[in-house]
């Protein structure tokens, strides 16, 4: 076992009962890789650090969720990820966003190898998001936009009651910063388990209801 696995176990337990589907993921990655650019290079050789604990940390954060969207999925993190976490709670689904056909590829491959709960949708996300916005309990992204231009393309599922998780770096109190002024929403930070200037902030948008207590 790889010093990087056996970190991200250890600090990660919730990720002990996927490891074998993981360790799938993980080959099935290195293979694509040498085809298409899902992850930077440097990075490969330490995806368990990198990339799986990092995405666990989302699910984590909002764990009665069980139907989500991860908008510019990518690769997969934080959304397959967070569908191997919880695909054995009852009604669990996660709808991968991903305009590129080639990672849309890539995400299906991995979701038929792990048996993920998945929806892959091949189509930009202003096209896929719209139709789910009353289905989902929570939407994820990472590394995909600033945070003013996030809450852009989920303000209707956040209106509809959903919540957000974004994985922001060393930036994050700017772009924290510039999101004030972006709609009503609520933000909350955990810091980052796998980096220490990384934050994930939890948005939420307040109902009539929240209005009523604070007046």
Excluded: C
Aim: glycine share 4%.
């Amino acid at each position: 076992m790889s010093d990087a696995r056996a970190q991200a176990l250890e600090q990660f337990p919730s990720l002990k009962p996927i490891a074998r589907e993981l360790a799938i993921y993980e080959d099935l990655l290195r293979r694509w890789q040498a085809k298409i650019n899902l992850v930077a290079p440097n990075t490969l050789d330490e995806v368990w650090l990198r990339h799986f604990a990092d995405s666990a940390q989302v699910a984590a954060a909002l764990p009665e969720a069980v139907r989500w969207a991860d908008i510019g999925a990518g690769a997969g993190f934080p959304g397959l990820v967070t569908a191997l976490l919880i695909k054995t709670r009852p009604g669990a689904r996660v709808h991968l966003i991903e305009s590129d056909q080639r990672k849309a590829a890539f995400l299906r491959a991995v979701s038929r190898e792990t048996d993920a709960a998945v929806t892959v949708h091949a189509e930009r996300i202003e096209k896929a998001l719209p139709p789910l916005a009353g289905e989902i309990d929570a939407i994820s992204a990472r590394a995909l936009a600033p945070l003013d231009r996030l809450l852009v393309m989920v303000n209707q599922p956040l209106k509809n009651g959903a919540k957000a998780v974004f994985l922001k770096g060393a930036e994050w109190q700017d772009e924290l910063t510039a999101a004030q002024g972006v709609g009503n929403f609520r933000f909350q930070t955990i810091q980052s388990r796998t980096h220490s200037r990384a934050r994930l902030i939890v948005v939420d948008s307040p109902s009539e209801a929240d209005f009523d207590r604070t007046e």
